[in-house]
């Protein structure tokens, strides 16, 4: 049995005067006064009941209160179970159920659900505190965390998170990237996933200022990496194209050190363009269930292995099956990965891609003579918009459910702005009709609406193999249009 | 079961065209360069015979040779006993017997060893190397090292060290100084002792160059700092007041920032000058059994906690006990510790210093209100001369043995070069005498020649207490010219 040190808690009686956080408004907080704070904050959601091994979802965007929040679950040692703002009511309530969890902090409005108790950070603030147990140290193996995610089989599930998951996800991290003093990481990408979730936890472990903004767009980082000396950026490659524009016209200087690109894929050019204005980009692949990067290029690497993801992380494994046979070198097949951040499943679900140790991810790609990884395709049918993922199976579980429908095939269809866009291939029961509109409407009630397709086609058939599976990637030749 | 890599293994998959050794000579070597000889040596290694779990001596000097020796035994993954070169035979002997060990590899003359096979360096290289299985991974909880030390009761025993121990112990260490890609550690502690042999695991756990130098003496010091761009560098209060002295004449630039003094006590107005000089020293304090720092004041601290040797570092936790019961701040009581760097215990032997996890050091010191702490006296009764551990039990088991002492009292004198010396007060069975001449000789056949006497003092009795204990610290008052 190992055990950590409560993350914010070693660091405070380390470093307590460093900047922890920078708010959107650009005030600075040192870890003492978070710290104060989280405390506070903890000894409120004792108040209302919360306790250890409580199960607790977060609603939150990002935000100085969501920081707080976070660490006080875990002052308290609750499970956290982090929830997409961006979801339908439908969604949400899903996961709630699902997770078993029976406190909902919010800053979103909080009268719409039931079967837990809902609270906002504000009305939290009248609470009179109590005291509690602080967890100053916990079991490497005790949940710290849940996400949702979906497979291919379109049932979201949780994955279980472990204390040493987000521990061993920092290390493997800094003995990539290494750290100093003077690092300060923005935090752009939201912390309900795993990519903003994580620097949370490096920050404490680190002792590293982390910086947030209001928004996550191109101007407001820039504006926020050249006040606050930022030297670590993640961000997805929408926003990167964006940021790469700025630098471009000059309109800021910028202190970076190194930007990680993860989430999907990172066009070549993008990387191209980036590295002509010396913006020291990395590729990194990761996904919920390694706890954020498992695979990033180290730093000698940038320029030689420009479109690889890089190198499994120090003490991270990774290995390219064809077949249940290791490929060969260029050889493509499944990205199969092990590690101490590589999550043990999902919650209350069996799941054949957790095997041995190994993580079947989904993913293909085929790793180089030098034993550099090139991911060539995304977890089978995933649609990945602007940085959120959109699982095919989803949408068409919603639509096949409208009176009208028969059959139904979704499909990413590329989008200038968000990278892919869902569009749906509809078969509609004999002498019936229903227009586009009415069946986008009967999606948003149901889903987050960036999963709402942006287009719907109406068609006789769909493409199928053999055994009848739908053939997700010849949809798009059904386009009006398109070749066959 | 938690499993880690091979060290280096590790490292040269990820970055084999980082330097990792800069030789006395001045040549650089890579990762890779290193793992070459390293695996070719091993091979060599297991061709006389050792494999996994052999318990191989290695009795060396600082060198590129070592430093080979040791990545080779952990590829095998054998158990190195770390031998340190200035003890006599009859004291290498007991170590080689007590940690049962089956090998000795030095490069000292080889022929006077009996019951173990010995093996120079020169006379491995031509030898076929053997196949052998690579151990890629090992448990957190094998045994990597062990090294001798004593307690107060004399006898020497083995600090088992896993590797658990030491990476955790390197990790712990990077949470507090951090790391960046240009950073260079310069060893100059011998790697027989664990503050040196440490930076090597560092090295390659970090991907950090490592520099040596042919003597660990002030001058070649400050030459390879200067022309390697050293960054971090570990020494013990002697070596860093020649330093200082140099620096001070500035015959010499240096890029360190950091230079840590431990191993003993750092006197204040060294402390003083170095920072007057802009030299940026931070005191730590640990020992062979917390595997090289567990203490160590934090770069914020430098100049306002100055004489501290900081705080436990992250994972790691520190008490002072004063009978039985924790101290209140600046009182004084015995420095307990705990943390995943601390050995579980010696080899073959139970000890009451370890208990429940904790360490009890014997060391004596308090924690401010801020929880810093300063460590005012050493282990009961240790010397530490130029950088050496000397117990006054072991000096004075050899004294009673000769045929004329009757009971004998050995402690540390100040002194100027070395810090402190050993001094003894020996009483003589009557109608007899001895020469001090003859009683030195008679240690030197013994001993290191560094716990030789430097004085030996013919007394009447020996100060002892109501039990009959002898009070080592008030030998000194015996000295001719001493008031009672
Ligand atoms: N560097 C990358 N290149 C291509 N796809 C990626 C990359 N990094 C992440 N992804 C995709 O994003 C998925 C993880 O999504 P998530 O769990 O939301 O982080 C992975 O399984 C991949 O399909
Ligand atoms: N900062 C320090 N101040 C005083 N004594 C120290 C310090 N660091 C180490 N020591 C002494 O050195 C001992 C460890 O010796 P060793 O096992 O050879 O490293 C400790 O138990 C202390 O007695
Ligand atoms: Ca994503
Ligand atoms: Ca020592």
């Given at each position: 049995?190992?055990?950590?040190?409560?993350?914010?808690?070693?660091?405070?009686?380390?470093?307590?005067?460093?900047?922890?956080?920078?708010?959107?408004?650009?005030?600075?907080?040192?870890?003492?006064?978070?710290?104060?704070?989280?405390?506070?904050?903890?000894?409120?959601?004792?108040?209302?009941?919360?306790?250890?091994?409580?199960?607790?979802?977060?609603?939150?965007?990002?935000?100085?209160?969501?920081?707080?929040?976070?660490?006080?679950?875990?002052?308290?040692?609750?499970?956290?179970?982090?929830?997409?703002?961006?979801?339908?009511?439908?969604?949400?309530?899903?996961?709630?159920?699902?997770?078993?969890?029976?406190?909902?902090?919010?800053?979103?409005?909080?009268?719409?659900?039931?079967?837990?108790?809902?609270?906002?950070?504000?009305?939290?603030?009248?609470?009179?505190?109590?005291?509690?147990?602080?967890?100053?140290?916990?079991?490497?193996?005790?949940?710290?965390?849940?996400?949702?995610?979906?497979?291919?089989?379109?049932?979201?599930?949780?994955?279980?998170?472990?204390?040493?998951?987000?521990?061993?996800?920092?290390?493997?991290?800094?003995?990539?990237?290494?750290?100093?003093?003077?690092?300060?990481?923005?935090?752009?990408?939201?912390?309900?996933?795993?990519?903003?979730?994580?620097?949370?936890?490096?920050?404490?472990?680190?002792?590293?200022?982390?910086?947030?903004?209001?928004?996550?767009?191109?101007?407001?980082?820039?504006?926020?990496?050249?006040?606050?000396?930022?030297?670590?950026?993640?961000?997805?490659?929408?926003?990167?194209?964006?940021?790469?524009?700025?630098?471009?016209?000059?309109?800021?200087?910028?202190?970076?050190?190194?930007?990680?690109?993860?989430?999907?894929?990172?066009?070549?050019?993008?990387?191209?363009?980036?590295?002509?204005?010396?913006?020291?980009?990395?590729?990194?692949?990761?996904?919920?269930?390694?706890?954020?990067?498992?695979?990033?290029?180290?730093?000698?690497?940038?320029?030689?292995?420009?479109?690889?993801?890089?190198?499994?992380?120090?003490?991270?494994?990774?290995?390219?099956l064809n077949q249940d046979k290791m490929a060969s070198p260029n050889e493509i097949g499944e990205i199969v990965v092990k590690?101490?951040?590589?999550?043990?499943?999902?919650?209350?679900?069996?799941?054949?891609?957790?095997?041995?140790?190994?993580?079947?991810?989904?993913?293909?790609?085929?790793?180089?003579?030098?034993?550099?990884?090139?991911?060539?395709?995304?977890?089978?049918?995933?649609?990945?918009?602007?940085?959120?993922?959109?699982?095919?199976?989803?949408?068409?579980?919603?639509?096949?459910?409208?009176?009208?429908?028969?059959?139904?095939?979704?499909?990413?269809?590329?989008?200038?702005?968000?990278?892919?866009?869902?569009?749906?291939?509809?078969?509609?029961?004999?002498?019936?009709?229903?227009?586009?509109?009415?069946?986008?409407?009967f999606c948003k009630e149901k889903l987050a609406s960036y999963k709402v397709p942006k287009e719907i086609y109406f068609v006789?058939?769909?493409?199928?193999?053999?055994?009848?599976?739908?053939?997700?990637?010849?949809?798009?030749?059904?386009?009006?249009?398109?070749?066959?």
């Amino acid at each position: 049995m190992k055990t950590l040190p409560n993350f914010l808690v070693e660091r405070v009686r380390l470093t307590p005067n460093r900047v922890a956080v920078v708010k959107p408004n650009d005030e600075q907080c040192t870890f003492k006064e978070l710290y104060d704070d989280v405390f506070q904050h903890a000894g409120r959601l004792s108040a209302i009941g919360i306790s250890k091994g409580s199960h607790v979802a977060v609603l939150m965007s990002n935000s100085y209160e969501m920081i707080v929040t976070v660490h006080a679950l875990h002052l308290i040692g609750a499970v956290i179970i982090l929830m997409n703002t961006r979801l339908s009511q439908q969604e949400w309530e899903y996961q709630l159920e699902d997770s078993d969890t029976s406190y909902l902090l919010t800053n979103l409005r909080s009268d719409r659900f039931k079967n837990v108790k809902v609270y906002s950070f504000e009305e939290l603030q009248t609470v009179t505190p109590n005291s509690f147990d602080i967890q100053k140290t916990v079991r490497s193996e005790d949940v710290a965390t849940m996400m949702y995610t979906s497979g291919t089989t379109g049932a979201p599930k949780a994955v279980i998170q472990t204390y040493g998951n987000h521990w061993s996800s920092a290390i493997a991290s800094m003995l990539n990237l290494g750290f100093k003093e003077d690092d300060a990481w923005l935090i752009c990408l939201p912390m309900f996933h795993v990519g903003g979730l994580s620097t949370l936890y490096k920050s404490a472990i680190y002792g590293m200022k982390v910086v947030l903004v209001e928004k996550a767009e191109a101007q407001s980082i820039a504006k926020a990496v050249q006040t606050h000396q930022v030297t670590i950026l993640s961000v997805v490659s929408k926003v990167l194209t964006d940021l790469v524009t700025l630098y471009t016209r000059k309109e800021y200087t910028h202190s970076l050190r190194c930007v990680l690109i993860g989430g999907g894929p990172a066009p070549l050019p993008l990387l191209k363009n980036s590295m002509e204005i010396k913006l020291p980009v990395y590729q990194t692949y990761g996904m919920t269930e390694t706890c954020s990067q498992i695979v990033t290029l180290a730093p000698e690497y940038m320029l030689s292995k420009v479109g690889s993801a890089g190198t499994a992380l120090y003490t991270c494994e990774l290995k390219v099956l064809n077949q249940d046979k290791m490929a060969s070198p260029n050889e493509i097949g499944e990205i199969v990965v092990k590690g101490p951040n590589v999550s043990k499943g999902y919650y209350k679900r069996e799941s054949s891609s957790f095997n041995d140790g190994w993580l079947y991810t989904g993913d293909m790609g085929y790793v180089d003579e030098d034993g550099f990884l090139f991911v060539v395709d995304r977890r089978s049918d995933l649609i990945i918009s602007g940085g959120e993922n959109i699982y095919p199976a989803e949408i068409e579980e919603v639509l096949v459910a409208h009176k009208n429908v028969l059959e139904v095939g979704v499909t990413g269809k590329d989008d200038v702005k968000w990278g892919k866009v869902p569009v749906a291939f509809v078969v509609l029961h004999k002498n019936t009709t229903v227009s586009k509109e009415e069946l986008q409407q009967f999606c948003k009630e149901k889903l987050a609406s960036y999963k709402v397709p942006k287009e719907i086609y109406f068609v006789e058939s769909l493409p199928r193999n053999a055994a009848n599976k739908l053939l997700r990637r010849k949809l798009l030749e059904l386009q009006p249009g398109e070749e066959k």
